[in-house]
């Protein structure tokens, strides 16, 4: 029965490559209805609440109750009498020859259910790639996160080496789990805490010995990257879209106008504010970061500009200048973003790995965990040093 063994793991985890070949044609029946609804609550959660529950069944590979007559439809000769996963890269010929069989009723429930997750999938993708790069950021991390959290809790056989065939992850296991320095460098580089540094891990014969947990942190990069992807729009997703636009909008006017404490800035800004309270010459990409950060909280120029004040090198008509230019109220009015959590690293001005890909989204997930208040009597500034 054609994809059988891998049906399972297609359900749980649609983003893996052989589910191309599962979907087939979009078409807008039963299974395209099924599969909008369960996209709605899905980007929804992930949007509003940045996680979405997912619940991974436990699941065997069929692969290991057959002698395998598949083997010589596989391009890497990846098949013997096992399954050499450091030769696999999903590429599903196994798969789509395979002859084990199994109930038909059961067999169309996996498919069913793999087709119904897979477009889900793919429409949601499609709906936030129409959408600004903050809802795509938004949308990458949660879902990315979301399958991390699933997969630390799925006990499934294989698990670890299907995912690393799938992304190209050079592993095998041991005790725990042995990566490839160049599969974990090329993820783990974007992991600011100091755990993560290459020389505070164990590296035998070019591999970095990892726990299952640690080794899924470095599936999450992957994800992450794969989920930023923007993707053409497919019709009849109108649904999900207004749930996007319903996003954008109260992002914009939901503002953290009016609640500044500096408690609860990201690590990068506070150490920004500090260097320049404490007179150390802050870099300009630095500055930049910072004033278009406390522009999108609603301080103004003003109050902007007393903070550079203590700056070795502070020009008060200079200073005016480049915040009312980052703000938009000079040159050709162009208001400023805040830069991205991959850009302050980009000119090492991120300081600590909050799992975020951007300044405000930490923020923003602080103020709404409760932390922060409408400014009322004393400012931010005044409450974080009080």
Not at 155 to 184: Q, W
Not at 191 to 206: F, Q, V
Not at 265 to 277: A, G, Q, T, V
Request: glycine share 6%.
């Amino acid at each position: 029965m054609k994809f059988l063994p891998i049906l399972p793991f297609l359900k749980d985890y649609p983003f893996l490559r052989p589910s191309r070949h599962i979907l087939g044609k979009i078409d807008r029946g039963i299974v395209f209805e099924f599969a909008l609804e369960n996209a709605k609550k899905m980007l929804r959660d992930l949007l509003e609440r940045g996680h979405a529950e997912i619940m991974p069944e436990e699941k065997s590979l069929f692969c290991f109750g057959c002698d395998k007559p598949c083997r010589e439809f596989c391009r890497e000769k990846a098949i013997t009498e096992r399954i050499e996963w450091d030769r696999c890269n999903l590429c599903s010929e196994c798969f789509r020859n395979c002859v084990f069989s199994i109930s038909p009723d059961i067999y169309r429930e996996y498919e069913l259910n793999v087709r119904v997750s897979a477009l889900s999938y793919i429409m949601m993708r499609s709906a936030v790639s129409q959408f600004s790069d903050a809802s795509r950021r938004r949308f990458a991390t949660s879902l990315a996160r979301s399958y991390r959290n699933a997969m630390e809790n799925d006990r499934s056989e294989m698990l670890p080496e299907i995912m690393a065939s799938n992304f190209g992850i050079r592993m095998f296991r041991n005790e725990g789990i042995a990566v490839h320095v160049t599969s974990y460098l090329k993820a783990s580089s974007r992991i600011r805490s100091p755990e993560w540094k290459l020389y505070n891990r164990s590296l035998r014969n070019g591999f970095v010995e990892l726990t299952l947990r640690e080794f899924y942190r470095i599936v999450e990069e992957h994800l992450r990257d794969l989920f930023s992807e923007r993707m053409p729009e497919i019709e009849g997703i109108e649904p999900l879209k207004e749930i996007v636009i319903r996003y954008e909008g109260k992002r914009k006017y939901e503002r953290i106008e009016g609640v500044r404490d500096i408690s609860l800035f990201p690590p990068c800004m506070k150490k920004i504010l500090s260097d320049l309270e404490s007179s150390v010459n802050v870099s300009h990409t630095a500055r930049f970061a910072l004033t278009s950060f406390l522009l999108n909280l609603g301080y103004t120029v003003d109050e902007i500009l007393q903070m550079f004040r203590a700056a070795p090198d502070f020009d008060e008509e200079k200073a005016r200048y480049q915040i009312e230019h980052i703000a938009g109220q000079r040159g050709a009015g162009k208001e400023y973003e805040v830069p991205s959590c991959s850009t302050m690293k980009t000119y090492h001005n991120c300081v600590a790995e909050c799992r975020v890909n951007h300044p405000l989204e930490y923020y923003r997930r602080r103020v709404h965990e409760g932390g922060g208040g409408k400014a009322e009597g004393k400012s931010g500034r005044d409450k974080a040093h009080s």
